[in-house]
């Protein structure tokens, strides 16, 4: 035998285990094992961090517009309180000015200007926020009260101080109740999208509930 054969013959000799006939290279069965599972078992751990930071950013995410749509519905239930309060105030102010005559009519033509003002500051925020159905009927509503206005200013008699309502309220108290439906329509509807946003939420905790149990039992 050579020299070459003879290096050789150690080299597997170095490796072996207990000889028997065995190569020496070959490990057995339990070190297979034991590789295949440290292996499986870190694949896991990774999984693991995998699905919980998934869920983490899904979850982050659906909050996050949870708060956004909760944010719009304050908002847009603001505008509405603003929008009906300068409506009202509007009525009112036309409402005193038309009572009795006045000594000095412009303090009363002036608050009947600045209320059909505000009507009109109120109503383009909720066009804004909700530029549909509530914005035109926003809109609507500060249409008319400017035609009220203009119209409390233009029959104004200086000399006698009589103020008179030329334009009547019918039209512009049915505009008004066209606004109370819609703020109505459009409550419901943000409602519905927040609980909707909820349930989602919810949804997401039951599946990753499910995922930890199946990770347990693996």
């Known amino acids: 035998m050579g020299r070459g054969a003879l290096g050789a013959v150690g080299v597997w000799e170095g490796w072996g285990v207990g000889g028997g006939g065995r190569l020496g290279g070959m490990p057995d ?8 599972t440290g292996a499986s078992g870190a694949l896991g751990a990774l999984g693991t961090v995998a699905l919980t930071n998934r869920a983490a950013e899904r979850r982050e995410r659906w909050q996050m517009a949870e708060t956004r749509a909760e944010a719009r519905r304050q908002a847009a ?4 309180g603003d929008l009906l309060g300068a409506a009202e105030r509007l009525r009112l102010e036309v409402d005193i000015s038309v009572k009795r005559p006045w000594e000095d009519v412009f303090p009363r033509l002036t608050a009947v200007q600045e209320g059909a003002a505000a009507l009109g500051d109120a109503a383009t ?5 909700l530029p549909g159905r509530a914005g035109q009927a926003a809109r609507e509503l500060a249409r008319e009260g400017y035609r009220v206005a203009s119209a409390v200013v233009a029959s104004a008699q200086e000399g006698s101080g009589q103020i008179r309502n030329v334009a009547g309220f019918e039209a512009y108290d049915r505009c008004r109740e066209g606004v109370y439906a819609v703020v109505e329509e459009e409550r419901g509807v943000l409602e519905l999208s927040a609980a909707d946003k909820t349930q989602r939420r919810f949804a997401l905790v039951r599946r990753k509930g499910r ?4 990770e347990g039992t693996a």
């Open 125 to 129: 925020r909720v066009a804004v926020l």
């Open 211 to 214: 995922v930890g149990r199946r």
């Open 29 to 36: 069965a339990s070190v297979w094992v034991a590789v295949v």
């Open 77 to 80: 239930e603001q505008a509405f």
